[in-house]
């Protein structure tokens, strides 16, 4: 059974960091992207970042960019999300997910962590 199990969500003021962790397991994740997406209430889900298996690129959505770094350790199958400078708008549930090449749907994904910045 495959998981992807996030944590490290919590509160935070703005401007303030947190990191996000993802953990997976259940199969072999050789090869697979792994991403991070995020959903506020009363809005659609969003793409934050997304690291491939070697981790030679990444990617970032617009609202991220230079605030967020991806990382992951293959050899512990996780993947990690840093978070710094945030703000209010960065408050919504954060999801772990996971694609089986760069190209692919994501097929996988965690049940959230939820992040709160307050003003």
């Known amino acids: 059974q495959v998981q992807l199990v996030e944590s490290g969500g919590g509160l935070v003021q703005t401007g303030g960091s947190l990191r996000l962790s993802c953990a997976a397991s259940?199969?072999?994740?050789?090869?697979?992207?792994m991403g991070w997406f995020r959903q506020a209430p009363g809005k659609e889900r969003e793409f934050v970042a997304a690291i491939s298996w070697t981790g030679g690129i990444t990617a970032y959505g617009d609202s991220v960019k230079g605030r967020f770094a991806i990382s992951r350790d293959n050899a512990k199958n996780t993947v990690s999300l840093e978070m710094n400078s945030l703000k209010p708008e960065d408050t919504a549930v954060y999801y772990c997910a996971a694609r089986p090449n760069w190209s692919s749907l994501y097929i996988y994904w965690g049940q959230g962590t939820q992040v709160t910045v307050s003003s």
């Open positions: 259940g199969r072999t994740f050789s090869g697979y992207t």
